[in-house]
């Protein structure tokens, strides 16, 4: 049962461009295609075992919900259809679905079942993907043979089991170990070594492992998660700035979120101004590269002239629609401000020879549209897992700084 109100509410929100106004159209759209196949008065079949879609256009009343609530607003009166369908029909059971936390609060406030909206959620964050294993117990024997040729052993050997592809493992004994990921097309594990990229030198194990996936040319689709201060964009940079020659164009982008949700057309100045502050982060993880070198050696020169030339192009993701993605190394920054639909959207413009990196912490959303289950970056990694093109770091340790770690830690 749809109450009108709702159809009243996504009136309001159908122009613009953000993701409320694009959710709202496209519901528009669909309810419109079924309402052609009859009258809601009669509810419309969704399919077998599915039900029937129903449409309430009746003012309803509630003695309940107008003696706890007061004031008219479309909540209350979604709330009231609510009850007065559980109240004509108490052999149903009667359930509010809304993503609005306060009203399913209110919902349970009066005894009405509530739910939020499920679909395109992960169903377990717990057990997400994170793209490591640690293997504890390994023989030294076995270790010192990752730094021997062939530098590398079959899975069997070590009794390792359901492993996914390019997935990486810390194999240990005690203060002994090795780094290693498992190769799907020869079948083995290959060691992992810390490789330095564009000056920069990997801290960590999660560090080696995203040098390493980042620089594997047969891996198309890189997702980098962790908290802030993990090195995620700042490794995707400098590993794409190590591999310039191999692409046309090195793109960072960054969904816009607006502080407050405030729209850009407040702040002053053009539009290269309004974007400025959203864009700095990227520059700043450049200029943390740009000052590994010495001020006037050719690294410096070379990094200058991609700039000029906008063979390195940092820009709003919203400036990407129209470009073209052929031997591109496009990272997005903060992906876990994306939806679903609008990953599949960025991915699905890779044309050959593109490598696509998404970047992001799924625990610190900024959109109040989307939560650590829904958000875009959660979705990618949960449906991509075991796909030979696709690799996943989860990065743990905080190397921005000693303060840096101890604030993401404890605040």
């Not at 309402?35 to 009669?42: E, S």
């Not at 964009?233 to 700035?241: D, F, G, Y």
Request: with cysteine.
């Amino acid at each position: 049962m749809i109450p009108v109100t709702v159809l009243e509410e996504l009136d309001e929100f159908k122009k613009g461009n953000d993701l409320i106004n694009f959710h709202a159209r496209e519901f528009i759209r669909r309810l419109d295609r079924l309402a052609d196949v009859g009258p809601f008065v009669d509810g419309i079949s969704l399919g077998q075992g599915r039900g029937r879609l129903f449409l309430s256009a009746v003012e309803p009343r509630s003695a309940l919900v107008e003696a706890a609530f007061i004031r008219d607003k479309a909540d209350n009166r979604i709330l009231a259809l609510a009850d007065s369908m559980r109240t004509a029909e108490p052999d149903r059971i009667v359930i509010l679905i809304s993503k609005d936390i306060n009203l399913r609060m209110k919902a349970k406030s009066l005894g009405i079942p509530a739910e939020d909206y499920e679909t395109g959620k992960i169903a377990n964050l717990e057990e997400l993907y994170t793209g490591c294993r640690v293997v504890e117990g390994i023989l030294p024997s076995q270790i010192a043979r990752f730094y021997e040729p062939p530098f590398a052993m079959p899975p069997a050997d070590l009794g390792i089991e359901g492993m996914v592809p390019n997935q990486y493992f810390i194999l240990r004994n005690g203060s002994t170990s090795a780094l290693a990921v498992y190769n799907p097309a020869s079948g083995l594990l290959e060691r992992v070594s810390k490789q330095r990229v564009s000056g920069i030198d990997p801290r960590n194990a999660e560090q080696a492992f995203t040098v390493d996936a980042l620089m594997r040319a047969e891996v198309q689709l890189v997702t980098l998660t962790g908290k802030a201060g993990t090195g995620k964009t700042l490794l995707a940079l400098a590993a794409a700035l190590e591999q310039r020659r191999a692409y046309r164009q090195i793109y960072l982008a960054r969904p816009v979120v607006p502080l407050g949700n405030r729209d850009l057309g407040y702040l002053p100045g053009d539009v290269h101004s309004k974007l400025d502050p959203y864009m700095q982060p990227l520059w700043d993880n450049l200029s943390v590269i740009r000052n590994r070198f010495a001020p006037d050696g050719q690294e410096q020169r070379q990094i200058a002239e991609m700039i000029e030339h906008e063979k390195l192009y940092i820009t709003p993701l919203a400036y990407i629609r129209g470009r073209s993605l052929d031997r591109v190394f496009f990272i997005v920054d903060e992906a876990q401000n994306l939806t679903p639909h609008e990953v599949k959207t960025i991915i699905t413009r890779a044309g050959e020879g593109t490598r696509i990196v998404f970047t992001g912490d799924i625990y610190q959303i900024d959109t109040p549209y989307l939560d650590s289950q829904s958000n875009g970056l959660a979705y990618l990694v949960d449906k991509m897992k075991g796909q030979r093109l696709y690799s996943q770091v989860n990065l743990v340790k905080g190397e921005r700084s000693a303060l840096a770690e101890l604030a993401s830690n404890l605040l």
